[in-house]
């Protein structure tokens, strides 16, 4: 019986994490998983090379084809229904494990942190086995890039989505001896204003797209930009990092 094969009468999902981007931190188990995988879904963008099938490609030259699941987000300004594309991406993946077929859903960074899996999961959960592998996160990958240890001995860590109100932010910042700040896209100026507020801005950087070729890291307090793209984080210490005694 090969890995792939299941007892059941239909086939599995498994909710593959890919880690932040560089093709060489997927888990070897989530590489074996996604050579032997029939049937691939992933997220994309309208009119966007899905980021999750690019971070996988290099692994699959030379493999046979496989059917594949683009779930694909009209890019509008206002906030599409997401709901939608979920509904129809979970309906093409019942219809090949209720063939037998098994299916690996890509997922960028971890399936479970922030992740798009999740709303797949909760639609299929129950009713075909599932199998969760866990990727890399983005929180680590940036604090590797970086070299900034985020916690140690008994520091409280946060893990904060730059869209929450300045009192929800301050309040976080306040009782906290590290944080990781996500989502900061158009909220950057802000977050630099209220970090400078509380004393801390000498002690955080930033990080834009760990682990890839065009990886960058710059201390927050030299950073000129007011926005930045979707793949950037905000690192943040009370010490300038955990290592500081």
């Keep these: 019986m090969s890995p792939m094969t299941t007892l059941s009468t239909t086939g599995q999902v498994f909710g593959v994490g890919l880690g932040p981007g560089d093709p060489e931190l997927l888990t070897l188990k989530a590489l074996r998983l996604i050579q032997q995988a029939p049937v691939l879904a992933y997220a ?3 009119g966007v090379p899905s980021f999750a099938r690019s971070i996988v490609d290099s692994h699959l030259r030379g493999l046979d084809a496989k059917v594949e699941i683009p779930m694909v987000m009209p890019m509008v300004a206002e906030r599409f ?3 939608e594309v979920y509904d129809q991406g979970a309906t093409e993946i019942r219809s090949h494990l209720n ?3 098994d299916v690996v859903v890509l997922c960028e960074g971890d399936p479970m942190f922030y992740g798009s899996f999740m709303y797949l999961f909760g639609r299929l959960n129950g009713a075909f ?3 969760v592998v866990p990727g890399v996160s983005s929180v680590m990958a940036c604090a590797a890039a970086a070299g900034w240890p985020l916690v140690a001995r008994n520091d409280a860590f946060r893990v904060l989505p730059a869209t929450l109100d300045d009192d929800a932010l301050r309040q976080q910042i306040d009782s906290a001896e590290g944080l990781a700040f996500m989502k900061v896209g158009r909220h950057l100026a802000r977050l630099k204003v209220l970090l400078r507020e509380a004393g801390l801005i000498e002690h955080a950087v930033y990080v834009e ?7 960058r890291v710059v201390p927050l307090m030299a950073l000129d930009e ?3 793209p979707y793949f950037s984080m905000v690192l943040v210490h009370c010490r300038g ?3 500081v005694l």
């Design 44 to 46: 994309a963008a309208e």
């Design 81 to 83: 229904p997401a709901q």
């Design 99 to 101: 063939a037998g077929r």
């Design 129 to 131: 086995p599932i199998t």
């Design 209 to 215: 797209r760990a682990s890839l070729p065009n990886q």
């Design 226 to 228: 007011d926005r930045a």
């Design 241 to 243: 990092g955990a290592h």
